[in-house]
């Protein structure tokens, strides 16, 4: 069973470079079908798809976020990265890494499994 | 924001039928792009709910049902419940975005 756990610092000041990581267990982040995504939620507000990377290394990030925001792999520890520069209170959200899957004929069967999230503001 | 549009609330009472409208464009739903369903209970990480448009994964209630037409798709629970009450939000991917995928604005099922 597939297992995602999201770390990071809690807070951020205004103009730093908010750095988080989520670590998988219970399988491999280089193998099968398989995109892992981060995707953030502001207080009381709906969710934000902020990007995805594929076990190929290929990446695609939101547009209204593309320059800052950057997502990797690190496959000998087995998880991945989100660095998001810049950061202002807009960026203040609970933070998830989430896993989809695909195939060769269906682009997308949607994200199965979560972390519980990570909670990040950004504060002076 | 987004692209997919969801009416922000819907209520019902337990054992009503009710339905959430997931509406697109031409350049996500209306372009064929799969549309997955997402539940999120109070105080917690979303869960898939339907993946592809009909389909439920393992485990979740066949009371949940998904379909799509045109540039709409649309999420029926049946025999609604208490443990229901949640936000669901809808999911496609956006031609128009460079190769990005959407969420809808979430709606807040109530039940009365």
């Known amino acids: 069973q597939v297992r995602l756990q999201e770390s990071g610092p809690g807070l951020v000041k205004p103009s730093q470079t908010l750095s988080l990581t989520c670590t998988v267990s219970g399988g491999s982040v280089s193998s099968g079908y398989y995109y892992w995504t981060w995707i953030r939620q502001p207080a009381g507000k709906g969710l934000e798809y902020i990007g995805r990377?594929?076990?190929?290394?290929?990446?695609y990030h939101t547009p209204s976020l593309k320059s800052r925001v950057a997502i990797s792999m690190d496959t000998s520890k087995n998880q991945l990265s989100l660095r998001l520069t810049s950061v202002t209170a807009a960026d203040t959200a609970v933070y998830y890494c989430a896993r989809g899957s695909y195939s060769s004929t269906v682009l997308c069967y949607g994200m199965d499994v979560w972390g519980h999230g990570t909670t990040v503001t950004v504060s002076s | 924001q987004s692209v997919l549009t969801q009416p922000p609330s819907v209520s019902g009472a337990p054992g009503q039928r009710v339905t959430i409208s997931c509406s697109g464009s031409s350049s996500n739903i209306g372009a064929g792009y799969d549309v997955h369903w997402y539940q999120q209970l109070p105080g917690t990480a979303p869960k898939l709910l339907i993946s592809v448009n009909t389909n439920r994964p393992s485990g979740v209630p066949d009371r949940f049902s998904g379909s799509k037409s045109g540039t709409s798709a649309s999420l029926a629970i049946t025999g609604l419940q208490a443990e229901d009450e949640a936000d669901y939000y809808c999911q496609s991917y956006d031609s128009s975005l460079s190769g990005f995928y959407v969420f809808g604005t979430g709606t807040k099922v109530t039940v009365l």
């Open positions: 990377i594929y076990t190929s290394g290929n990446t």
